[in-house]
C-alpha cells in the first residue's frame, strides 16, 4: 500500500520550483545591488533568497518520527 497522492507530489514539485525560482530572483537582485554598492540591502536579499532556498527543501509531504523514552 502507497500512501504517495498524485496531487500532492505534483503541488510539492510546483512549490519546491516556485521557491526555486524566486530565490534566484533574490540573488541576482542582490548581485545587482551589492554592485551599486547597497551592500545592506544586498544582505536582506540574500538572507530572503535562502530563506526561499530553505522553503523549498522542505517542501512537500513530511514524516515526523515520535520518539518513546525507553522505560
Known amino acids: 500500500m502507497t500512501l504517495t497522492l498524485p496531487?500532492?507530489?505534483?503541488?510539492?514539485?510546483?512549490?519546491?520550483?516556485?521557491?526555486?525560482?524566486?530565490?534566484?530572483?533574490?540573488?541576482?537582485?542582490?548581485?545587482?545591488?551589492a554592485e551599486s554598492g547597497q551592500i545592506a540591502?544586498?544582505?536582506?536579499?540574500?538572507l530572503k533568497g535562502l530563506d526561499r532556498e530553505r522553503r523549498a527543501g522542505c517542501a512537500g509531504p513530511q514524516v515526523m518520527q515520535l520518539i518513546k523514552p525507553r522505560a
Open 7 to 33: 496531487k500532492a507530489s505534483a503541488l510539492a514539485a510546483e512549490q519546491r520550483q516556485a521557491h526555486t525560482l524566486a530565490a534566484k530572483g533574490y540573488f541576482e537582485q542582490a548581485r545587482s545591488v
Open 41 to 46: 540591502e544586498a544582505s536582506s536579499l540574500i
